[in-house]
């Protein structure tokens, strides 16, 4: 084993850029140690911080036994195998680029064009943000993001970059909202230690609220990236994935209805890791309306281009504009019904959440569980929630939220059966606390230890699991 890797391997190699020793990844490790399966492992963790789109992956399947040709695998295909499996110049191949700009504008409602020759290619949405972070910003340069948001941008934008962060607070007493007086003050901040500031990202619609932009706020995000001659980054990962109204509006639609815009300022990142729940396939796509960054951009897609065997498949998948039509309505109804399951079990319990209508996650307030307001205690919430509970959901800290006790819950990554024992579980933990503030009320000197909470959730699997449980009740069980 090699000692003194701090000064044989590089700063990177050496530093915690990657993010992978935070709570968000300790989940994981927690589920990866112990996966939940109805049957083989009924006591397991069951996985609710992964943020996938599981469910309408029938269709897809179904769709792929029928166009056979679509893949170079196939009898019908395997005579396009060379052609495929050669080098291919980085611009992508144009049958792909052609129908991702068709599809980008189909998600838009058709009210703005996309030129396929602006489309680079990258490894998810992940190569996207490192791509452009390179191209707009120095080592030392920030870009401002309101809070919470996806803890992969640290990773994805800083760590190989030297670019910093800098968050923009937001909270709950207007549902998060960013408004001009936060953008102000973390743009005050970074002038204050000297730090230049080359952009705004915002993810739209976000992860982790659920909850997408609207006209006034985009159309202030643009005024001020113009007053402060920035760049704007738009994260619309999730922009077919919504399912409720208000919908989603693309900054390509206010930067059309604002003759001021400056395009050279405006970069939006997008992936199919989410709409089409294909992540697995590392298929991202970064549109810039600046030509130098477009230039740069591509240069640099020599280091996460999508495999041409990918690109083929889905160029024929997205052009089948029926398909298409139907997948994105059918996806759409099927998340909003599982978001109400979600939600309308957490309410149920008297469990609140944010009021969204997009993305995969509903963002849970579990502040009144708390012991204090402090993230101390929620991290203690949250190692009971993923080794009592046995879920492992994603706490707020890690999306840099400002306020501790909300928790992102995804729901798309798993079936009708697993989000009910997931609910029957989070109730039980609900059950507990109200029986211990109950308790402590009649007690008030004697506080429960974290082991008496554990030993009693195996208690109430009798209770939860039994018909006159509250979690079969016919809301929480309404099918997908
Ligand atoms: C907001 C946001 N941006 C970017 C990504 C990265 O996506 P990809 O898998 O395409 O790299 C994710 C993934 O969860 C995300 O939620």
Not at 99 to 124: T, W, Y
Not at 184 to 209: F, I, R
Not at 395 to 414: I, K, Q, T
Request: aromatic fraction near 8%; glycine fraction near 6%; proline fraction near 5%.
């Amino acid at each position: 084993m090699l000692r003194n890797q701090d000064q044989i391997l590089s700063k990177i190699a050496n530093n915690d850029g990657h993010g992978e020793n935070s709570a968000f990844f300790d989940g994981w490790k927690a589920y990866d140690a112990d996966p939940y399966h109805p049957t083989l492992n009924p006591n397991g963790v069951i996985q609710m911080g992964l943020a996938e789109n599981q469910l309408s992956m029938d269709l897809v399947e179904e769709w792929v036994r029928n166009n056979p040709k679509a893949s170079i695998c196939t009898a019908e295909g395997a005579s396009q195998f060379k052609d495929i499996a050669i080098y291919q110049d980085y611009h992508g191949l144009p049958e792909f680029r052609n129908a991702v700009a068709r599809f980008m504008e189909k998600v838009r409602g058709n009210r703005v064009r996309f030129d396929p020759d602006r489309i680079v290619l990258s490894g998810g949405a992940t190569g996207a943000q490192e791509t452009l972070a390179f191209c707009l910003a120095d080592p030392g340069d920030a870009l401002l993001v309101p809070t919470p948001y996806y803890p992969g941008n640290d990773r994805d934008l800083t760590w190989r970059t030297g670019v910093e962060l800098i968050p923009i607070v937001c909270d709950s007493s207007n549902d998060f909202k960013m408004t001009r007086d936060a953008l102000e003050t973390a743009y005050k901040k970074a002038q204050e230690s000297n730090t230049k500031v080359k952009g705004l990202l915002l993810n739209n619609p976000s992860n982790p609220l659920g909850t997408v932009l609207d006209r006034e706020a985009l159309s202030m995000a643009m005024k001020f990236i113009n007053d402060k001659n920035i760049h704007l980054i738009c994260d619309e990962i999730y922009s077919a994935t919504f399912f409720d109204e208000p919908g989603f509006i693309s900054i390509a639609e206010i930067m059309q209805e604002s003759p001021d815009s400056n395009p050279d300022l405006i970069h939006i990142v997008y992936s199919l890791s989410k709409d089409l729940g294909f992540p697995g396939f590392r298929v991202g796509i970064l549109y810039s309306y600046n030509d130098a960054v477009v230039n740069c951009a591509r240069k640099m897609s020599s280091f996460g281009l999508v495999s041409t065997q990918t690109q083929r498949l889905l160029a024929f998948m997205l052009s089948d504009d029926a398909f298409v039509e139907k997948f994105l309505a059918e996806s759409a109804a099927r998340l909003g019904a599982r978001r109400g399951v979600l939600c309308g079990g957490l309410a149920q319990m008297g469990v609140g959440s944010l009021k969204g209508s997009a993305g995969l996650y509903c963002w849970m307030d579990l502040r009144r569980l708390l012991k204090a307001a402090t993230f101390e205690a929620e991290m203690e919430l949250w190692r009971v929630i993923v080794n009592d509970v046995r879920i492992n959901v994603s706490p707020g800290a890690s999306f840099h939220c400002s306020e501790p006790g909300w928790f992102r819950v995804c729901f798309a990554n798993m079936d009708d059966e697993t989000m009910r024992v997931a609910l029957s579980r989070i109730s039980k933990l609900v059950m507990q606390t109200n029986n211990s503030e109950a308790a402590a009320a009649r007690k008030p000197c004697r506080r429960r230890s974290k082991l008496e909470i554990s030993l009693s959730f195996k208690r109430m699997d009798e209770i939860m699991m039994s018909p006159h449980s509250p979690m079969t009740s016919p809301l929480v069980r309404t099918r997908t």
